[in-house]
T-cell receptor, first 113, second 116 residues
Framework: AQSVTQLGSHVSVSEGALVLLRCNYS??????LFWYVQYPNQGLQLLLK??????LVKGINGFEAEFKKSETSFHLTKPSAHMSDAAEYFC???????????FGKGTMLLVSP | DAGVIQSPRHEVTEMGQEVTLRCKPI?????LFWYRQTMMRGLELLIY????????DSGMPEDRFSAKMPNASFSTLKIQPSEPRDSAVYFC??????????????FGEGSRLTVL
């Protein structure tokens, strides 16, 4: 069984501030982990993914995430928020090898000027 | 390149009516997924197909929901009869075997359903 917990349904930051979105997972086997982003009235798009290579993963738009097995975490960060980062972010997990994705409930990122 | 195409983008209907949502996956993709998104439940996987064959429909909420994939380029999700609690955004996503085991799904823009 696999599951994802995203801490905080809403996160507010000022433009230029650090973005930190938290994700913890559970998986009975080594996981594949993902962050997806959803802009208003759009579908989800892949931001970055961890598939057992480097533990620090870099994605699009300056985002990165670090896989920490000991903490079962895969937090998403960006050093400096931009207004265009305002969106909903979803963490997801799948078991290594083929399986379907399990999504977290999402975190809405709000960026103020 | 065309992405996953869904129609209609918005649908407003009355309780008891039949609703049909449509999806055209990315050409060459052999997996197709239907998800439902609500504020209360988040993203839920309803059903997925591989090579047009339904593989897992355990997420389909009840018999009022049905999905078909008659060919590699088209799928439908039907709700009959519809109820207000079916109001949600329904997403179709596709992927190919080569990348699916690393989880990359390509989503359509969704169909927002409102049942009055």
């Amino acid at each position: 069984a696999q599951s994802v917990t995203q801490l905080g349904s809403h996160v507010s930051v000022s433009e230029g501030a650090l973005v930190l979105l938290r994700c913890n997972y559970s998986s009975s086997v080594p996981p594949y982990l993902f962050w997806y982003v959803q802009y208003p009235n759009q579908g989800l798009q892949l931001l970055l993914k961890y598939t057992s290579a480097a533990t620090l993963v870099k994605g699009i738009n300056g985002f990165e995430a670090e896989f920490k097995k000991s903490e079962t975490s895969f937090h998403l960060t960006k050093p400096s928020a931009h207004m265009s980062d305002a969106a909903e972010y979803f963490c997801a997990v799948s078991s290594s090898g083929y399986s379907t994705l399990t999504f977290g409930k999402g975190t809405m990122l709000l960026v103020s000027p | 390149d065309a992405g996953v195409i869904q129609s209609p983008r918005h649908e407003v209907t009355e309780m008891g009516q039949e609703v049909t949502l449509r999806c055209k996956p990315i050409s060459g993709h052999d997996y197709l997924f239907w998800y439902r998104q609500t504020m209360m439940r988040g993203l839920e996987l309803l059903i997925y197909f591989n090579n047009n064959v339904p593989i897992d429909d355990s997420g389909m909420p009840e018999d009022r929901f049905s999905a078909k994939m008659p060919n590699a380029s088209f799928s439908t999700l039907k709700i009959q009869p519809s109820e207000p609690r079916d109001s949600a955004v329904y997403f179709c996503a596709s992927s190919s075997t080569g990348v699916l085991n690393t989880g990359e799904l390509f989503f359509g823009e969704g169909s927002r359903l409102t049942v009055l």
